[in-house]
């Protein structure tokens, strides 16, 4: 029956969608930095942002030695925050650190970093609405690690967790 499933699933065509805006959605945050942080904490968040896109580019092109040492150097800057600039910092940079974990094939900690950024994006969402739409985003990298590991059922309870998130904007603290 879940095979049956699987091949009805793979079957449908994925949705076409265009793209309505000119910019990223965390650039909302990333131009306030600087208004709403010391001069300190901006200049490490938007080191962060930059180690983040660096993080991604090196995992992606496979070259796992430069993007772990932009990680290590990513760490020491998180060191230099606190309270909420931290907790912003990572959600800058763990889920580049995820990306770079689920290529290395280590998916358990990859989703252990895609976990605490859904969790770190709840601390903010009230002072940064589009967290709201990184969450989702996020959720649905959690939903492919999920797949790769063959765990079909919890992906299942995610996405129905999902709706309910959508209807009351809270999701369940085991994601």
Known sequence: ???DFLVKLSRIKRAKFKKTASKEPMMSIIEKLEDLY???ESSFLNDLV???KLILV???N???SQALEIIDL???IL???KDEALVLGKIFVYPSFAYYFKK???LSLSKRYVSLTLKYDDHLSHKFPVLHLHKIHHTLNLHQLLLERNEYKKCARLFADLFIYLYEFKLDSRY
């Open 1 to 3: 029956m879940l095979d």
């Open 38 to 40: 010391s001069e300190s």
């Open 50 to 52: 930059r180690c983040q």
């Open 58 to 60: 090196y995992s992606r």
């Open 62 to 64: 496979l070259d796992f």
């Open 74 to 76: 990513s760490k020491g």
């Open 79 to 81: 060191e230099n925050l």
């Open 104 to 106: 290395t094939n280590n």
